[in-house]
Nanobody, 126 residues
Framework: VQLQASGGGLVQAGGSLRLSCAAS????????MGWFRQAQGKEREFVAM????????AYADSVKGRFTCSRDNAKNTVYLEMNSLKPEDTAVYYC????????????????????WGQGTLVTVSS
């Protein structure tokens, strides 16, 4: 599967962005999907995950209440709605598909995922 993330950009603190990740060339609807981010000089960290049927979501504590993950299986696309953005949210954001279909992780690590998008840069200015 190929994953194409988009929607990043420069936004002021307190603003909003909506990231999209479009999947092609493989199965989408039977896999959960995750979002990770990597700030400069830091390790890649979990942001959000949604189950294959949108029945479950999980968020990192740092984004809980501000970010919302959703998906549209008819469009093979997963979204990350980001509100009340903070400078510390600045990072490259990656979408990813788990190695095993139908799995859902409450606190996944990058090793749980086998397919990654190219990343989209989000910069939040203070």
């Amino acid at each position: 599967v190929q994953l194409q993330a988009s929607g990043g950009g420069l936004v002021q603190a307190g603003g909003s962005l909506r990231l999209s990740c479009a999947a092609s060339g493989g199965t989408f609807s039977t896999y959960g999907m995750g979002w990770f981010r990597q700030a400069q000089g830091k390790e890649r960290e979990f942001v959000a995950m949604i189950s294959w049927n949108s029945g479950r979501t999980a968020y990192a504590d740092s984004v809980k209440g501000r970010f919302t993950c959703s998906r549209d299986n008819a469009k093979n696309t997963v979204y990350l709605e980001m509100n009340s953005l903070k400078p510390e949210d600045t990072a490259v954001y990656y979408c990813a598909r788990p190695k095993i279909r139908y799995t859902f992780y409450g606190a996944p690590t990058p090793n749980d995922f086998g397919s990654w998008g190219q990343g989209t840069l989000v910069t939040v200015s203070s």
